[in-house]
């Protein structure tokens, strides 16, 4: 299966805006869950955002709520991510999850990955 990827990531100042893409296949993208995860350095991965393969329900990490919105273009299997008000805590590597065969917040819940951009808001 194709890997999905990432882009959209930067360095922005604190208080800025970046809007991240994921690219997907159609095998990976068409009627699966998918999700977006991050890690910064010296943690673990943590769970972002997850959107429903309809794209009508939504489910957000209480740090980013009213921050941050996922969305997809299943027509083009492609994931989205607009981040405002972005905050020094939010740099890390941002990851791209797709395939998931329910709206989780657990790594396992997602069987394929992107290699993950780079997000850093500087204070």
């Known amino acids: 299966q194709v890997q999905p990827v990432e882009s959209g990531g930067g360095l922005v100042q604190a208080g800025g805006s970046l809007r991240l893409s994921c690219a997907a296949s159609?095998?990976?993208?068409?009627?699966?869950?998918a999700a977006w995860f991050r890690q910064a350095p010296g943690n673990e991965r943590e769970f972002v955002a997850a959107?429903?393969?309809?794209?009508?329900?939504?489910n957000y990490a209480n740090s980013v709520k009213g921050r941050f919105t996922t969305s997809r273009d299943n027509d083009n299997y492609t994931l989205y991510q607009q981040m405002n008000s972005l905050k020094p805590g939010d740099t890390a590597v941002y990851y791209c999850?797709?395939?998931?065969?329910?709206?989780?917040?657990?790594?396992?819940?997602?069987?394929?990955w992107g290699e993950g951009t780079q997000v850093t808001a500087s204070s």
């Open positions: 159609r095998r990976t993208f068409s009627g699966y869950n």
């Open positions: 999850a797709v395939s998931g065969r329910i709206m989780g917040t657990k790594l396992y819940e997602y069987a394929s």
């Open positions: 959107i429903d393969w309809t794209g009508r329900n939504t």
